[in-house]
């Protein structure tokens, strides 16, 4: 059963925010409210306040500028899985939402607060830090920004201080020849991941030679994280089989995974080091055509 | 505390006063009294609750009443148009698209959703569209079956 508690429904950040600095850790955020809901169902989450932020309708857009894509912390999953442009331009942010969940879940939940709710088998983190996103919190006193990849700092913990919201998610344009996918191993199509593998490639013009990489792992560790021991196996080479077979099995070893009801960590360690290949193939395959 | 919540139900106006904890299936099946939109799960998994907001198929297990708030809701109670019921609804008969029935609603309502969305989907794009919804009897073969039909124009909207 949920336990009662005092529901606010702001209209504006600023209100908002007035209110998480009121009622500071007494106080919970809700917004699609697809995965708090849950927790409050089970009794482990149980706030005083809840502040719903669902109806703020200035953090709900997708705007794309020659710096890269803008998206409001309270855009939904099926919008984002739905905008044209950012099919066309970031295509491999449609395939992780499409992955995400059900249709119906994608419709009420934000991507916001799938990242709020820091659940390192969450499908957005891990694309996320492969695209190299950085994140706006804003507070009463004022804004800062992170990159994707410190913004989970354990288990359902996020860097988010009492009293701070996350407002918006930066994409920069994405370099010329890079290529980007995910993909997730589950049993139940539409469930959460077992483990979650997003590879970026960017190849140097003409060489060939892999100029970056960002590999990032979900559900490996106690949160969305990136391989770069794996990345440095890359960097600098012309990408062959045999070094994203070296690649896989670096980051099968950096990564920390727990055994639970979905698998064991020696099975996540196998699924790293397995999809970590697949998805550096297809990502150096994408970059080539970009 | 209780909040108050101004919503449409079927076209039906409401204006009422719930707890903020209340989910939208429990405004809908113990206030409203419709009791088609069904509490399966409880954890938006099984999908029988679903409904449409403001035209998109939501879990109503999984939804504070209050953020309906100004919004329009339809339940499988809305499908038919008087005593008529829709294309899906028939097609689920004649196909014999349910067992128990428990998951039919939630089944009528996310396939509603679909055809408003994509009036022609691919058989792919009919199962993404129930992927949300379970059928512990299993009879899915013949839930495709019938949205099937309806995509084909078997069936005529009621006027």
Redesign the interface.
Same mark, same amino acid.
Request: charged residues 25%; contains cysteine; hydrophobic residues 40%.
């Given at each position: 059963m949920i336990k009662d508690f005092e529901h606010f429904a702001p209209k504006t950040l600023k209100e908002a925010l007035a209110l998480l600095d009121k009622y500071q850790d007494d106080c919970k955020v809700i917004c699609g409210g697809q995965s708090l809901l849950i927790l409050m169902r089970q009794g482990l989450v149980a706030p005083k306040y809840l502040v719903d932020i669902k109806g703020i309708s200035e953090l709900n857009y997708i705007k794309d500028g020659k710096d890269g894509l803008k998206i409001g912390a309270l855009t939904t999953h099926r919008t984002i899985e739905k905008s044209p442009l950012i099919k066309k331009k970031y295509p491999v942010l449609v395939e992780m939402e499409n992955r995400l969940a059900s249709i119906q879940t994608r419709n009420w939940g934000t991507i916001g607060g799938n990242i709020c709710h820091g659940d390192p088998a969450g499908d957005p983190a891990p694309v996320l830090i492969a695209l190299n996103a950085t994140l706006t919190v804003a507070g009463t006193k004022g804004e800062r920004n992170m990159p994707a990849e410190d913004f989970t700092l354990d288990y359902f913990e996020t860097a988010l201080g009492a009293g701070e919201l996350l407002t918006e998610i930066q994409i920069p344009a994405p370099p010329p020849r890079t290529g980007t996918v995910y993909t997730k191993f589950n049993i139940i199509e539409s469930d959460l991941a077992t483990v979650g593998v997003a590879v970026s490639v960017t190849l140097g013009a003409g060489d060939g030679v892999c100029q970056d990489v960002r590999i990032a792992l979900g559900a490996a560790a106690p949160m969305a994280m990136r391989a770069k021991k794996a990345e440095a196996v890359l960097k600098g080479k012309k990408i062959t089989d045999a070094l994203l077979k070296e690649a896989g099995e670096v980051a099968s070893t950096e990564a920390e995974p727990i055994s639970d009801i979905a698998a064991s960590e020696e099975y996540r360690r196998e699924l790293v080091k397995v999809l970590v290949k697949r998805m550096g193939n297809e990502a150096l395959a994408r970059a080539k055509k970009a | 505390?209780k909040?108050e919540l101004k919503f449409k139900v079927n076209g039906q106006p409401y204006e009422l006063y719930v707890?903020?904890?209340t989910?939208l299936v429990e405004v809908l099946r113990d206030v409203v009294g419709l009791t088609g939109t069904k509490r399966g799960c409880?954890?938006?998994s099984c #999908?029988a609750c679903?409904v449409m907001?403001n035209g998109? *198929?939501?879990?109503s297990c999984?939804?504070?009443a209050?953020?309906a708030?100004g919004s329009e809701v339809v339940t499988v109670e809305g499908l038919a148009k008087g005593a008529e019921l829709s294309p899906l609804q028939k097609a689920f008969l004649d196909y014999g698209s349910y067992q128990c029935g428990f998951c039919t609603s939630g089944m009528l309502m *996310?396939s509603t *959703?679909?055809l408003a969305e994509n009036p022609k989907p691919t058989k792919e794009q009919i199962k993404? #569209?129930i992927? #949300?919804?379970i059928c512990r009897c299993t009879g899915y073969n013949s839930i495709i079956r019938a949205v099937t039909a309806v995509v084909k124009g078997e069936y005529k909207e009621a006027k």
């Amino acid at each position: 059963m949920i336990k009662d508690f005092e529901h606010f429904a702001p209209k504006t950040l600023k209100e908002a925010l007035a209110l998480l600095d009121k009622y500071q850790d007494d106080c919970k955020v809700i917004c699609g409210g697809q995965s708090l809901l849950i927790l409050m169902r089970q009794g482990l989450v149980a706030p005083k306040y809840l502040v719903d932020i669902k109806g703020i309708s200035e953090l709900n857009y997708i705007k794309d500028g020659k710096d890269g894509l803008k998206i409001g912390a309270l855009t939904t999953h099926r919008t984002i899985e739905k905008s044209p442009l950012i099919k066309k331009k970031y295509p491999v942010l449609v395939e992780m939402e499409n992955r995400l969940a059900s249709i119906q879940t994608r419709n009420w939940g934000t991507i916001g607060g799938n990242i709020c709710h820091g659940d390192p088998a969450g499908d957005p983190a891990p694309v996320l830090i492969a695209l190299n996103a950085t994140l706006t919190v804003a507070g009463t006193k004022g804004e800062r920004n992170m990159p994707a990849e410190d913004f989970t700092l354990d288990y359902f913990e996020t860097a988010l201080g009492a009293g701070e919201l996350l407002t918006e998610i930066q994409i920069p344009a994405p370099p010329p020849r890079t290529g980007t996918v995910y993909t997730k191993f589950n049993i139940i199509e539409s469930d959460l991941a077992t483990v979650g593998v997003a590879v970026s490639v960017t190849l140097g013009a003409g060489d060939g030679v892999c100029q970056d990489v960002r590999i990032a792992l979900g559900a490996a560790a106690p949160m969305a994280m990136r391989a770069k021991k794996a990345e440095a196996v890359l960097k600098g080479k012309k990408i062959t089989d045999a070094l994203l077979k070296e690649a896989g099995e670096v980051a099968s070893t950096e990564a920390e995974p727990i055994s639970d009801i979905a698998a064991s960590e020696e099975y996540r360690r196998e699924l790293v080091k397995v999809l970590v290949k697949r998805m550096g193939n297809e990502a150096l395959a994408r970059a080539k055509k970009a | 505390m209780k909040k108050e919540l101004k919503f449409k139900v079927n076209g039906q106006p409401y204006e009422l006063y719930v707890k903020p904890k209340t989910l939208l299936v429990e405004v809908l099946r113990d206030v409203v009294g419709l009791t088609g939109t069904k509490r399966g799960c409880n954890s938006s998994s099984c #999908g029988a609750c679903t409904v449409m907001l403001n035209g998109m *198929a939501v879990k109503s297990c999984s939804i504070l009443a209050l953020q309906a708030n100004g919004s329009e809701v339809v339940t499988v109670e809305g499908l038919a148009k008087g005593a008529e019921l829709s294309p899906l609804q028939k097609a689920f008969l004649d196909y014999g698209s349910y067992q128990c029935g428990f998951c039919t609603s939630g089944m009528l309502m *996310a396939s509603t *959703a679909l055809l408003a969305e994509n009036p022609k989907p691919t058989k792919e794009q009919i199962k993404e #569209g129930i992927d #949300g919804n379970i059928c512990r009897c299993t009879g899915y073969n013949s839930i495709i079956r019938a949205v099937t039909a309806v995509v084909k124009g078997e069936y005529k909207e009621a006027k």
